[in-house]
């Protein structure tokens, strides 16, 4: 579940190196706007925590998308996209701040995306958990590895899967935000147990395998991708707690069951009204 290094050579010397922080930049500016504008009054340990993630996310797009390549340098880069960004993130709780402050139109555009059939199944833990498991042996186990090491549009792609995948697991299983139609708790602590014992397989199985893994790679230094390897063990047990105590967390102070009802207010009322009735 954690997203794997990638090689890359090279990239980032086409362009300005402060470039991949613009969108950070402009993530963590939008969502300091919306929240000094938010006439209920945003809660600041949610600020806190995505601009934590913003953090993050400038730190693996900026110095260590400058390293040399080493696979730990991008094994590090990648925990921190794939799997600790994404969760400072979630918990920033940004649907629900848009929703504070959007007008009415945008309301009820994202009451009736919340309500989506194709975004339950994107959300749903399990669905959540292979994206980002799956996308991780895609990598390991074949020539993609090599792939986007000699294709930059590859290897942004890449990262913005992991990123995104990363995110969907982690608001499918700990997310403050509306998800109507969430499983239960027995469900979200099953999908991040196989989730990390997936992980921790292939782990190790890279660990094992370094001398062949990833394929089709020209130059490689095996006790490099053993550290790597044992990087992504560790620093994803590390994520995985956090993201279990966040769950737990969520789960003990899970909303009141009105908040389904409230997404289908915001997808079906006219004005768009946040107003709630006691």
Partial sequence: MVAV???????????????????????????????VSDPRGWDHRRTAAWL???ALLAVAVGPLAQAPGDPRGHMAQHLLLGMLA??????????????????APVRRLVGRLLRAR??????????????????????LLTPLYAAAERQPVLHHAVHLHYLAAGYLFAWSLA???????RPGLA???????????GHAVLSKYLYAQAETLPPGLTDRDPEAFRSAAQLMYYGGDVAELLLAVALFA?????????????????????????????
């Fill in 250 to 278: 969520t789960w003990y102070h899970r909303p009141h069951p009105r908040s389904s009802a409230l997404i289908k207010k915001f997808a079906s009322a006219k004005d768009g009204s946040l107003t709630e009735t006691s």
């Fill in 5 to 35: 290094p990638l090689a890359h050579a090279g990239h980032g010397a086409g362009g300005p190196t402060w470039l991949p922080l613009f969108p950070v930049a402009l993530l963590a500016g939008g969502y300091l706007l919306a929240a």
């Fill in 118 to 139: 194709p975004l339950h199944l994107l959300a749903h833990p399990v669905t959540a958990a292979l994206l980002t498991t799956g996308g991780l042996a895609l990598v």
């Fill in 52 to 54: 934590v993630g913003c």
């Fill in 187 to 197: 469900v979200r602590v099953g999908a991040l147990l196989v989730a990390a014992a």
């Fill in 86 to 103: 994404p969760l400072g993130l979630v918990l920033g709780a940004p649907v629900t701040l848009l929703l504070h402050v959007a007008p």
């Fill in 175 to 181: 997310g403050p935000d509306p998800a109507p139609r």
